[in-house]
C-alpha cells in the first residue's frame, strides 16, 4: 500500500528565505505526483504536476523535483512572501496509469513571518 | 466565476438527518471525485465517476451513495448521517483522457458537522 509522508508537519521561517518542502513515498512505481496548497477553510489548488518521466517542474518562484529511485520528492520555494503560508500536501498516483488513485500525504503548515 | 463550485459551503445537523452535497463544474471535465479531510488523515476518496452514470467506490464509501446525472454535477448523500461524518469534503474533476496526466481540479470545500 503507498504511503506518502511529509515531514515536518508545519515549519515557520522569515520572509525572504528560500526553504524546500519535503515529501516521500513507499511506492517507487508512480504514474505522477501533484503538489497542492490549500488555504485554512479552503480547497486545494494545484501547483505543479511532475510525470514519472520528469525530473522537475517550474512555476514562478515555485520548484518540484522528483527523485523515484529513492521515493521522494521536493517543493522549493524561493523568496518566500507571508502570501505563501498555507498547507502544501503532496499526492502521487500509482503506476497502474491514470486511472489510478491519488493518495495524499498529511501536508506542511507553513508560515512566512514578516 | 469558480470552476468546481460546492454547496453548501457550511452545514450543520443531527445525527439520523440525510444530507445531500452538491458539486457543479463548469470546466468540461468527465471525471468527477469526492473527498473527505479530517484532521491528522489527510485525503481519503469516497466515491468516484468517469462519466455521467458511472460510479466507482473509493477507499471509504460506506455511510454514502453518490448520484451523477450530468456531466457538469456529482452529489454526495450520506442517507443517515453520524457523528464521525464530522469533515471537510472536497469535489474535485480532472480532464483525462483529454490530457494524459490526469491533474485533479478541486472544488472549495464543504464543512458538514454531525451532531
Known amino acids: 500500500k503507498q504511503e506518502v509522508t511529509q515531514i515536518p508537519a508545519a515549519l515557520s521561517v522569515p520572509e525572504g528565505e528560500n526553504l524546500v518542502l519535503n515529501c516521500s513515498f513507499t511506492?517507487?512505481?508512480?504514474?505522477?505526483l501533484q503538489w497542492f496548497r490549500q488555504d485554512p477553510g479552503k480547497g486545494l489548488t494545484s501547483l505543479l504536476l511532475?510525470?514519472?518521466?520528469?525530473r522537475e517542474q517550474t512555476s514562478g518562484r515555485l520548484n518540484a523535483s522528483l527523485d523515484k529511485s529513492s521515493g521522494r520528492s521536493t517543493l522549493y520555494i524561493a523568496a518566500s512572501q507571508p502570501g505563501d503560508s498555507a498547507t502544501y500536501l503532496c499526492a502521487v498516483r500509482l503506476s497502474d496509469g491514470a486511472n489510478s488513485k491519488l493518495t495524499f500525504g498529511k501536508g506542511i503548515t507553513l508560515s512566512v513571518r514578516p | 466565476d469558480a470552476d468546481v463550485t460546492q454547496t453548501p459551503r457550511n452545514r450543520i445537523t443531527k445525527t439520523g438527518k440525510r444530507i445531500m452535497l452538491e458539486c457543479s463544474q463548469t470546466k468540461g471535465h468527465d471525471r468527477m471525485y469526492w473527498y473527505r479531510q479530517d484532521p491528522g488523515l489527510g485525503l481519503q476518496l469516497i466515491y468516484y465517476?468517469?462519466?455521467?452514470?458511472?460510479?466507482n467506490k473509493g477507499e471509504i464509501s460506506d455511510g454514502y451513495s453518490v448520484s451523477r446525472q450530468a456531466q457538469a454535477k456529482f452529489s454526495l448523500s450520506l442517507e443517515s448521517a453520524i457523528p464521525n461524518q464530522t469533515a471537510l469534503y472536497f469535489c474535485?474533476?480532472?480532464?483525462?483522457?483529454?490530457?494524459?496526466?490526469?491533474?485533479?481540479?478541486f472544488g472549495p470545500g464543504t464543512r458538514l458537522t454531525v451532531l
Open positions: 511506492d517507487s512505481a508512480i504514474y505522477n
Open positions: 465517476s468517469f462519466d455521467v452514470k458511472d460510479i
Open positions: 474535485a474533476t480532472s480532464d483525462f483522457p483529454r490530457t494524459g496526466n490526469n491533474e485533479q481540479f
Open positions: 511532475i510525470q514519472s518521466s520528469q
